[in-house]
């Protein structure tokens, strides 16, 4: 809502001074002629204040009138170059260390990552996972609560055990082989070797390549040992030091072929910097197009004013109306 000519208030403060004059002049009658009683005038007597509110009540909804009261439609476009985005998540059982402060690897990856995903509302999302073998979890989709809905739901032991680094590539690539947006990329997550699958990375890089596709990958994990849980049937659980085993010279050539960055995190703090540091190198280009249309609801108010000053002026000569 809004008010063409607000300036029209103004004489809200006449008419209240008005208002206020004629009560004043009200206490300051003239001297009359007094009577014992009025019932010889047929019922006629002091007339009642409730014509002179309607009169008051159509003047204040006559000046709202000249205001120009208006409300508003708005309609708004989005103009949109997105970028189409896949995550490819090591599920292997490696990422059961808990180097990542406050929880393992996995679930401090899917917190951050689903952070990265609800931030990107203009661009299709993709989720793939890998152990030894890699599976779409998600399309890509612009419906990222369903999204993150099953990134919470990948865990360990969905695929066999291993790190098959070059057959997630390739399914997140594979992902995006249709994709029309002139921005694809893959986000690839990792803390082991690749050890397992049909392509390895460097094959599946030159694949990225060709298809235009960008790969940002990320090593995850600590320097040295890292406390591993280990489930013992006889002494319950107990934690194991394990390496931290990283092909990060890998990684690292499968980022520069495809014209992307590789990032090494080793600690909670470094994986969500990383990921607003990917936020920003990954923007969407967004024009915002509104479009407004006022409708004047004056003459409304006119038609509702004329009818209470009507009102007003005809109870004023009607039976309640002075004796002269």
């Not at 070797?193 to 940002?216: C, E, F, M, S």
Request: hydrophobic content about 45%.
């Amino acid at each position: 809502m809004r008010w063409a000519f607000p300036w029209a208030f103004l004489a809200l403060l006449v008419l209240g001074a008005l208002l206020v004059w004629r009560r004043r002049r009200r206490e300051y009658r003239a001297p009359g002629l007094g009577f014992s009683t009025t019932g010889w005038l047929g019922g006629r007597g002091h007339p009642p204040r409730w014509p002179g509110w309607l009169l008051a009540a159509g003047l204040g909804l006559l000046t709202l009138a000249l205001a120009r009261p208006q409300e508003g439609v708005r309609e708004r476009e989005l103009r949109e170059r997105g970028v189409d985005i896949v995550l490819a998540l090591d599920i292997s059982t490696s990422m059961q260390a808990e180097d990542l402060q406050p929880d393992n690897r996995l679930a401090v990856a899917k917190r951050v990552a689903e952070d990265f995903v609800m931030h990107r509302r203009h661009d299709r999302v993709g989720l793939v996972a890998f152990a030894a073998t890699a599976f779409t979890q998600c399309p890509l989709t612009l419906n990222h609560t369903a999204l993150v809905g099953l990134l919470r739901r990948l865990d360990f032991g969905m695929v066999e055990d291993g790190t098959a680094i070059g057959m997630g590539l390739a399914t997140g690539v594979n992902r995006l082989r249709q994709s029309t947006s002139k921005s694809k990329v893959v986000i690839l997550l990792t803390d082991g070797i690749n050890n397992r699958g049909a392509v390895d990375p460097l094959t599946a890089a030159q694949l990225a390549h060709a298809l235009g596709v960008r790969v940002y990958t990320i090593g995850v994990g600590t320097t040295g040992l890292a406390p591993v849980p280990v489930d013992d049937p006889q002494f319950g659980r107990r934690y194991a030091r394990l390496p931290v085993e990283i092909d990060e010279a890998i990684l690292t050539q499968v980022a520069s072929l495809t014209g992307g960055r590789y990032f090494r995190a080793r600690d909670t703090q470094a994986l969500a910097a990383i990921y607003r540091e990917i936020d920003r190198l990954e923007r969407s280009e967004v024009t915002d197009v509104q479009y407004e249309e006022w409708i004047d609801r004056g003459p409304l108010l006119c038609a509702l004013a004329f009818a209470l000053l009507v009102a007003g002026w005809a109870a004023g000569l009607g039976r309640f109306a002075r004796v002269p």
